[in-house]
């Protein structure tokens, strides 16, 4: 284990409850990848169950990046994190998680988080601003601030289309003279997360790429990349990550697993889309009435 606050410790001052089980040996597993292993040290795809917590991956990464501050010799985790997912509410969901996480560290004066901090700052040497996020998505004011320095630890909450085009050296808006900046940037000391990937087989394949490419270049920078898929379904051949069978009965992963999924048929007999609409919320109210979710 390497020195510095265990990750237990971390997400549970982060969020106020502590890792599932599952999240916390992702963790273990992670810090004990040898320095330069293939990948990051992250498993090809991470097969864990729809609602047990698959975001949780940006807080392993950002603590295994603070531990890599903490050891000597050559950096194991890459500077950037990428949480990419072809639904813009998902987006919006990391990123939020993202946020509370940099806000935590940010606003820290002493345990864990501050220690986190500090390691963060190193790279950076901004103990103010010790992790950036950035949101990168259709519909929102284009914005390059997490490009202007590649020391700077970051998270990136992004939209495939808008991750694809700038590792690809395009890019919604980006000059021509920037293009190979972000394609650099993401293409060199990155980490990819693709949230359901079982919906995103050509982007799966253009990662695949990048990584073949990567091999075969002319100059290596020796620093860490890879790219891990968040999907219950992983495709065959992919080294993966599962929750063990204990895993899956602790008690709030149980839930989730068991939990009753009801579908019911509500006639509208009308065109006007607005009586849709009114039909569609009046059974809302009555769901939440409930405690339905």
Request: charged share 25%; proline share 5%.
């Amino acid at each position: 284990m390497t020195p510095g606050p265990d990750f237990p410790s971390v997400f549970e001052a982060v969020h106020g409850y502590r890792p599932y089980r599952w999240q916390e040996r992702l963790a273990e597993e992670i810090d004990a990848a040898p320095i330069g292993q293939r990948n990051a040290g992250w498993p090809g795809a991470i097969a864990a169950p729809t609602g047990a917590g698959k975001t949780a991956v940006l807080d392993v990464a950002v603590w295994r990046l603070a531990m890599a501050a903490a050891s000597e010799g050559r950096r194991s985790a890459p500077m950037r994190i990428v949480f990419a997912v072809d639904r813009r509410v998902v987006v919006d969901q990391a990123h939020a998680r993202a946020c509370l996480i940099a806000e935590r560290l940010k606003s820290a004066m002493d345990g864990p988080l501050a220690e986190v901090r500090a390691l963060l700052a190193r790279f950076s040497g901004d103990e103010a601003a010790p992790l950036h996020v950035e949101q990168l998505r259709g519909g929102l004011p284009r914005e390059d601030d997490w490009a202007r320095s590649p020391a700077q630890p970051t998270i990136l909450c992004t939209t495939v289309d808008q991750l694809g085009s700038r590792l690809l050296f395009r890019g919604y808006g980006i000059s021509e003279r920037m293009a190979p900046v972000h394609a650099g940037l993401l293409g060199e000391d990155a980490l990819v997360f693709l949230d359901e990937a079982h919906l995103s087989a050509a982007f799966v394949e253009t990662l695949s790429g990048v990584a073949r490419w990567r091999s075969a270049r002319e100059i290596d920078l020796g620093l860490p990349w890879g790219y891990s898929l968040l999907t219950a379904t992983p495709r065959e051949g992919l080294e993966r990550f599962s929750l063990s069978a204990s895993e899956r009965e602790e008690h709030a992963i149980k839930q989730r697993l068991k939990a009753r999924l009801q579908a019911v048929i509500v006639m509208v007999r009308s065109e006007d889309l607005g009586s849709v609409a009114d039909a569609f919320v009046a059974h809302a109210r009555r769901l939440a009435g409930g405690g339905g979710r």
